[in-house]
């Protein structure tokens, strides 16, 4: 059968979460030259939709991947293949759609495809099912309106399967205002009316063709019920005249009988109007506060706020167990009292911790404000010279920097400029080894790090180390010198940063140096909250940097410098301080650059 379509580009629909392009590929290779690839995911936590795009060069090859690969079972479930339509309204029109009910829940894809594939072309077809099980119903989508009527026409009320099947054309699913309706719902019943009683309260407003007070297993009432009438205007009247009325000291709601899928549209409405009223209303007002302490309740969390202004709620959220989420929301009755709160409690330390405190926002609005800064970041202008860095530049008291070879230097006077050596991976060397070689690898094996600035005096001392043994070295060296052959020694300052040191502290000597070994002492939280904001967001950075590496070493730069742009004080430290919460934020950071990185090829 020759394809009416102009491209090879296939919709592979109904896939596992775990499907990868390479699963994929080497599927649909087998047809004929693949060009590409792509399953879709969540922009943000990358998670697959369940679907793919395949895209073949020649549209023979996707005709035979079409009719030979449908329903495919890949990681125990068949796939799903249609053809992919660029134009949205051969789908909305209808045309060539049919609709299929009572369908014996044996009948699945693949079955209903070779009972209707002889009347046409058939472009999709799709059972709808429930947690794996055949809700009985589904659909098939012609090329022609002709082949749709004729199946229409041959398999309505035939038995398929053990049931007989309707079939007909299909109708979109639509939620106007239905003004005619005959099927009326009551409910709050008192529980001593039965169906008798309910038509004698009904019955004045028109004939009644049937009633029904719903009811249990037991036979107890379930408190509502319908009746139907003969005409829609009855049934208008009936809830015009009931809705609100007390029976029997209950008083009734007495509306349009509906299905579950539109009370389900209604209620999703009704809730996102109910949701965009209070944030109009509490605009500027509703303040979010986390990193809170585990012992700081509703009444806490409102006493430390109050002096702000009128607080209308407060809340700590709290998890299933009743334990402190750490975070929570202040609502003031005014923005300007929220704003000062903003201004005075921000970063502040709350019995051990600094809380951070900012406006309240949807996860929709933060999730948009997040990748329209990547966005700008990235297609911003690009610096003239060395490449951004999170660590902070030279300055007038430090004539010296350190530079990845091969970096372009910036325009203007000339500075002294030191460039990396490769920093050696943290291996200890076994006891008795070979000097100089670390355990595990061969000599010469290093790891790259993160480029400290430096002073040109201790780059020239620690070229001397590396040059070669000293012959002034006392025994209390700690084994520096000849006995360590190329073993280099860095210092680690109480708050991490490599400050330059001055010609006096360079005269005196480093007592406080050791081996690579000697782990870096932490960073003094107490003096970071109270210290200059900025200073303290770069000692911050030079702490994330490593331990983003371990999770991701590729991006570890680009990641810090978004965490150190996006975040406040407060959110820095609580990262250092916690790791699940660092390596939820790496996730989503990574997440959003590979959704900027993809190229779209469907």
Request: proline residues 6%.
């Amino acid at each position: 059968m020759t394809s009416s379509f102009s491209s090879g580009s296939l919709y592979v629909g109904d896939l596992h979460p775990e499907v990868t392009e390479t699963q994929l590929f080497d599927l649909f290779k087998q047809i004929g030259s693949v060009a590409s690839i792509r399953v879709c995911r969540d922009a943000i936590t990358r998670r697959s939709l369940g679907y793919a795009y395949v895209n073949y060069h020649s549209v023979v090859d996707a005709e035979q991947a079409f009719e030979n690969l449908n329903y495919t079972v890949i990681k125990g479930k068949p796939v799903r293949i249609m053809w992919s339509h660029r134009d949205p309204s051969i789908r909305k029109s209808g045309v060539g759609n049919i609709f299929i009910k009572n369908l014996d829940k044996s009948i699945d894809n693949k079955q209903l495809f070779d009972t209707f594939s002889s009347f046409g072309k058939i472009l999709s077809c799709k059972v709808m099912t429930d947690g794996g099980v055949s809700r009985g119903f589904g659909f098939i989508h012609y090329e022609k309106q002709e082949e749709a009527d004729l199946a229409i026409l041959k398999v309505n009320n035939m038995i398929l399967g053990t049931k007989q099947v309707y079939v007909g054309p299909f109708i979109p699913k639509k939620h106007p205002t239905v003004t005619q309706f005959t099927n009326v719902y009551v409910k709050n019943l008192d529980s001593s009316i039965d169906d008798a009683q309910l038509i004698s309260i009904f019955e004045v407003y028109g004939k009644i063709t049937k009633a029904a007070v719903m009811r249990t297993v037991t036979g107890a009432s379930r408190e509502f019920g319908f009746v139907n009438f003969a005409e829609p205007g009855q049934a208008q009247a009936a809830v015009a005249g009931l809705n609100g009325k007390q029976v029997k000291d209950r008083t009734l709601y007495v509306g349009r009988a509906q299905k579950k899928s539109e009370r389900e549209h209604e209620f999703k409405v009704q809730g996102e109007q109910r949701k965009l009223q209070l944030l109009r209303q509490y605009q500027g007002s509703n303040l979010y506060i986390k990193n809170l302490d585990d012992s700081i309740n509703d009444e806490k969390l409102r006493a430390e706020f109050l002096q702000f202004g009128t607080i209308t709620s407060s809340k700590v959220m709290k998890d299933e167990k009743g334990y402190s989420r750490g975070f929570g929301f202040v609502c003031y009755s005014s923005p300007e009292e929220a704003t000062k709160a903003i201004t005075e409690m921000n970063s502040r330390i709350l019995i051990s911790k600094p809380i951070y405190v900012a406006l309240a926002q949807r996860r929709e609005d933060r999730r948009a404000q997040l990748e329209a800064k990547y966005h700008h970041t990235q297609s911003g202008p690009r610096p003239i010279g060395p490449p951004q860095s999170i660590f902070p530049p030279p300055s007038a008291n430090s004539p010296a920097v350190f530079y990845s070879p091969g970096a372009p230097l910036a325009p203007g006077p000339r500075q002294n400029y030191v460039y990396s050596q490769p920093m050696m991976s943290r291996n200890r060397w076994p006891a008795g080894g070979p000097s100089g070689q670390p355990q595990g690898g061969p000599s010469g094996s290093y790891q790259s790090g993160p480029n400290f600035p430096v002073s040109s005096q201790r780059a020239q001392r620690s070229s001397r180390q590396r040059n070669g043994p000293q012959s002034n070295v006392s025994p209390s060296s700690g084994g520096r010198g000849s006995n360590q052959g190329n073993r280099r020694n860095f210092k680690y300052t109480t708050n991490v940063r490599n400050y330059p040191q001055t010609q006096q502290e360079l005269e005196q000597g480093a007592p406080a140096e050791s081996g690579m070994d000697s782990p870096a002492p932490k960073v003094q939280i107490s003096n970071l909250a109270a210290g200059n904001p900025e200073d303290s967001k770069m000692v911050l950075g030079e702490t994330l940097y490593p331990l983003i590496a371990v999770q991701e070493p590729d991006h570890a730069a680009k990641i810090t410098g978004m965490f150190l742009e996006s975040m406040d004080l407060s959110e820095l430290i609580h990262l250092v301080e916690s790791n699940e919460d660092l390596s939820i934020k790496v996730a989503e950071a990574r997440a959003v650059l590979q959704s900027h990185e993809e190229v779209p090829t469907a």
